[in-house]
Every structure is written in C-alpha cells, then in structure tokens.
C-alpha cells in the first residue's frame, strides 16, 4: 500500500459511519489512564475515559490527514500551495476579523514573522498584524 | 468548534488544480489544519445536493484527486429535506444552497464558515443561522 492508497483508505475509514466498537490489547501507561480518570470525574472533561481517548485520537488522524492530503497535493501541483500570508488572509475571512480586509498588513506581517521564527504559523501572522494594526491606529 | 461548508463554486474551484481559485480555497484548507494543529476543532463539509450540482462523484476515478481532502458529506436526509424545501419555498433558491441553508441550520458546530462565490444567495438561505460567508 503507497501513501496514497493509505490516505484513501484511512478517509474512508474516518468517514465511516459504523459505530461497531471492539474491545483492544491497546496498552496505555497506567499513570495516564489514572489521569484521564481523574480529568473525567473530577473535571466533566468527556462522558468516559473511552470517549475521551477516542476522540483524541479522532482528531490527532483527522489532522494528520488533512496534513498530508495538502502535503500530497502540493507535490503534485506546486503552485497550488498557498503562501503563509494566504493561509493567514483565509483565516482572517473565516473569523470575521477586520484583517481579512488588509491583505497588504497581513503579506508584511508573514514576511515578518517568517523572518523570525521558521516554524511560524497562520496565527503568529494574524496576531503580529493584530498588533501592528493596534500600533498604526 | 467551527464547521467549513463549501457550495459549488468552491468544490469546482477545489476539484480544478488549474482555477485561478483553487489556490485561495486550498489557502482555507490550510487554515483548517494549521488551527487544529493548534488543537481546535475544525472540520469541512459538503452538502450532498453541492455534490450533485458540482458533478461530484465519489466512486468516479476522476474525483480519486478531491475525495483525498477530508471534505465530509452533510446528507439530505428526510429532516434535512424538510428544512430545505422550507428554505427553497421561502427564498426561491435552488436545491444545492436549499441545502447549504439546511446544513448551516443542523450543524451543532458553535462557529460556521461557508465559503461560496454567491454571498447574497447564501445570506438568504442562512437568513436565521449565525454564520460567516467568504467570498471565494
């Protein structure tokens, strides 16, 4: 099975409605079984201990899908990759923030962050414009 | 929790690496994973009526491409069909954005997005939900 067959399968697995559950010789260590206990009944973090680590670990795969599919994608169609400012701008729209309508800010704001830590994200982009639109009013 | 429904426009524009709108709304899918990176909840649906409308077909050999990205289906089961004809009778509109009105309405997401090429047919459709539309 290639990557990509892997990603078909695990998104048709992810997407699945079958709620069939199985019991599993998953081992866990005990002190963090003992913590998601407590977290449970003491915090109301999630119904049971078991609904709580399934969905972390829903999300953790459905992550690294969405990760990869895009990470695929981008190998397949280089000019297809947005740039982090876009990333950035897309996120400003889909939040309502005034930002979305400062694309300029937003490019200055990923030249800048990027120049300054490699591993920046979208919103170390939006909050550093942020602050610079606090700045300039 | 956020939700990102896409109309029809956005699966073309998603389905076509060679639209000049691909990129903008691959930029959204992005954002997507970079926020839950960050350990929120976002995901991406399509209602399955956009589906019909964009020619979308899960089992055709060209759709291998599009079905990669974690876009899961919002069926128009009996309910959704009911909210739907409510909203196509009392706006006009046709079946697909009936459907995004009906979706927006039924998704427990506390945050939804939908990204769309026709904001004004959207805003009528989602007239009574809390939502953001983008412009795509």
């Known amino acids: 099975m290639d990557a990509l067959e892997a990603l078909d399968e695990m998104n048709r697995l992810l997407g699945s409605t079958d709620g069939e559950t199985v019991n ?6 005990v002190a963090l079984r003992d913590a998601a206990a407590l977290a449970v009944a003491q915090f109301g973090a999630a119904p049971s201990t078991t609904t709580m680590t399934a969905a972390a670990l829903r999300h953790a795969l459905e992550t690294l899908v969405m990760e990869t599919s895009l990470r695929l994608h981008y190998e397949q169609h280089p000019t297809a990759e947005p740039t982090l ?20 800010l937003i490019a200055n704001a990923a030249v800048a962050v990027a120049a300054r830590r490699a591993d920046a994200d979208a919103d170390d982009v939006l909050l550093w414009a942020e602050a610079q639109l606090e700045v300039l009013a | ?53 964009a020619a979308w077909d899960r089992t ?15 069926t128009l089961d009996p309910p959704a069909a009911d909210v739907a004809a409510q909203i196509q009778r009392a706006t006009s509109t046709g079946v697909a954005d009936a459907h995004i009105g009906a979706t927006v309405r039924s998704l427990s997401s506390t945050d939804v997005v939908v990204l769309t090429s026709d904001p004004a047919e959207i805003a009528a459709v989602c007239s009574s939900a809390r939502v953001t539309i983008v412009n795509v």
Request: net charge positive.
């Open chain 1, 24 to 29: 599993t010789s998953m081992r866990l260590p």
């Open chain 1, 85 to 104: 400012g876009e990333v950035a701008l897309a996120l400003a729209a889909q939040d309502g923030s005034p930002l979305a309508d400062r694309p300029d």
């Open chain 2, 60 to 74: 055709a050999p060209s759709a291998a491409a599009i079905n990669r990205f974690p876009v899961r289906d919002h």
């Open chain 2, 1 to 53: 929790m956020r939700s990102i429904v896409l109309d029809n426009e956005a699966v073309q524009a998603l389905a076509d690496p060679h639209s000049a709108k691909h990129r903008g709304v691959v930029a959204h899918l992005a954002g997507a994973a970079s926020r839950r990176r960050r350990g929120r909840v976002v995901t991406a649906v399509v209602p399955t009526a956009v589906r019909v409308e």
